[in-house]
Nanobody, 118 residues
């Protein structure tokens, strides 16, 4: 069973930076589109929204709210995907979930909480 191990969440002040990392188990990394999504707590019906994804060829796509503040990268040697976040705002407070899409299979991590204080 594939597991996505996330790390790097925590508490940061507004304007600060955090780096999230995700490493999938098994051998799916090289063939997967890797990404990060987030879910803001306390809003009924709020769905997870795209933060950033990176394809196997390195192409990236970001959510509109990112506005150049976050960068997603993948390290094929270490088989990890990283999300460098800067200029964090209280509105970025959310649970951040790593995802891996390998063909028709979609895998999710358990989430890591990012809290940005004002």
């Amino acid at each position: 069973q594939v597991q996505l191990v996330e790390s790097g969440g925590g508490l940061v002040q507004a304007g600060g930076s955090l780096r999230l990392s995700c490493a999938p188990s098994g051998t799916i990394f090289r063939s997967s589109v890797m990404g990060w999504y987030r879910q803001i707590p306390g809003i009924p019906g709020k769905r997870r929204e795209l933060v950033a994804v990176i394809a196997t060829n390195g192409n990236t796509n970001y959510g509109d709210f990112v506005k150049g503040r976050f960068i997603i990268t993948r390290d094929n040697a270490k088989m990890t995907v990283n999300l460098q976040m800067k200029s964090l705002e209280p509105e970025d407070t959310a649970a951040y979930y790593c995802s891996a899409v390998d063909g028709s299979n979609v895998y999710w991590g358990n989430g890591t909480l990012v809290t940005v204080s004002s």
